[in-house]
């Protein structure tokens, strides 16, 4: 999915030893549909060469205020103009007091300063003594307050051997930046709780019985809510997925488990959409050691018991959620999900055929509300997520 298609972008690259990150960072929104320009500093080019930035990004690279290819000898101008975003990184620590204070001696300096209404990026990269400096936090404050959008940084290892904040984001951290800064913030303030995936329950330590679900379209939904600028958090079964960058994942086993870890978390939410593929049932009379094989007597008997049904009993809450519900389905979608959709009290469900979409990338969902039902066609989960997402906030207007 090429969605930054026709998005044009200038990566602005200062000193650190975290510029080989943005060669990644430039192939992989390249793919993504992107055209970038890079400008660097002549401290960047100590750390990687604009010939690679050049290869990488198929588009001449800028570094110098006086370049003469510019028509009007005015990179500083056009390059901003231009653009649909800015994003320094890495923004060292020099180069934050400069943005803080309006400084331009050189070309990305003044760039950032003539770029008028185009938005600025800043993913800071520094030593945590850097970081954690006054001068340093007053300058991050500065930009804030200035409308600049502050990535990261993150925490971890650092270059000089030592450990903290300071850290640049990832590259794929990044990109999750950049494409969530062009969706529409439509849930910004709100909390959204998520649940996704199978669950697992217990035979004996080393037998379960799961379902197909993969996950994918819970994951997808969590990553468009972050994205719409909810706070998420992501109460997940066993998935072989990664919890989208700044979504809270709880993870789980059971059923039971899953239910306990959503109830304490529904009464503060704004948002309960229940994706999660949840067992009906468990095994009561599970084995604390390993079933053995045994050819001379019978299969173990199995005896169940009934899980409690999340949805219902977040639907039910006196200050609930505005709850969503997923139907998976093999036969007689439209009366089966409407049926579920009235049985838990719930304002939408999103229905749809398992055999379709389980371990797919792509999904065709049917929407049910009060109104009736609306089929919507085919698309990759995260479309299809963000369509939703968007469906959710229209409903949540007052």
Not at 316 to 339: H, I, K, M, N
Request: hydrophobic content about 45%; proline content about 6%.
């Amino acid at each position: 999915m090429r969605e930054l298609t026709q998005k044009n972008l200038v990566f602005g690259l200062t000193g650190g030893v975290a510029c080989y990150k943005i060669a990644e960072l430039v192939r992989r929104t390249k793919d993504l549909g992107a055209s970038v320009d890079v400008v660097m500093t002549s401290a960047a080019e100590q750390f990687i060469t604009p010939v690679t930035m050049q290869a990488l990004s198929g588009r001449p690279v800028f570094s110098n205020i006086w370049d003469s290819r510019p028509n009007d000898n005015m990179a500083h101008i056009q390059l901003s103009r231009q653009a649909d975003a800015i994003l320094i990184a890495p923004a060292s620590t020099d180069f934050i007091a400069k943005l803080a204070h309006g400084f331009a001696d050189d070309l990305l300096s003044t760039l950032c300063v003539a770029r008028g209404n185009c938005p600025l990026l800043v993913a800071p990269a520094m030593n945590r003594e850097m970081w954690a400096h006054p001068a340093t936090q007053r300058n991050i404050q500065q930009l804030r307050e200035d409308g600049v959008i502050i990535l990261g940084p993150g925490h971890g290892d650092q270059a000089c051997g030592e450990f903290g904040d300071g850290r640049m984001l990832e590259p794929d951290q990044l990109l999750s930046e950049i494409r969530a800064f062009f969706q529409p913030k439509l849930l910004k303030g709100k909390k959204v709780l998520i649940t996704a995936g199978p669950t697992s329950e217990a035979i004996d330590p080393v037998r379960v019985i799961t379902n197909r679900s993969s996950g994918k379209m819970g994951y997808a939904l969590a990553q468009a809510a972050r994205e719409a600028g909810a706070e998420v958090e992501l109460v997940s079964g066993p998935v072989n997925l990664a919890a989208p960058y700044a979504v809270q994942r709880i993870s789980v086993e059971s059923a039971r488990d899953m239910h306990k870890a959503v109830m304490q978390r529904a009464p503060h939410s704004d948002v309960f959409i229940a994706v999660a593929a949840v067992a009906d049932w468990y095994v009561t009379n599970a084995s604390d050691q390993k079933l053995k094989k045994n050819q001379t007597q019978d299969s173990p008997q199995l005896e169940f018991a009934p899980n409690p049904d999340i949805l219902a009993e977040v639907a039910a809450l006196a200050d609930r959620p505005f709850c969503v519900g997923f139907a998976a389905e093999t036969e007689q979608l439209l009366s089966f999900a409407e049926a579920k959709r009235r049985r838990k009290n719930i304002p939408l469900l999103v229905g749809n055929l398992a055999q379709r979409a389980m371990h797919a990338d792509d999904t065709e969902l049917v929407i049910f509300d009060e109104q009736g039902h609306d089929a919507w066609p085919a698309t990759d989960k995260l479309t299809a997520a963000r369509k939703l997402i968007q469906r959710i906030a229209l409903q949540l207007e007052p």
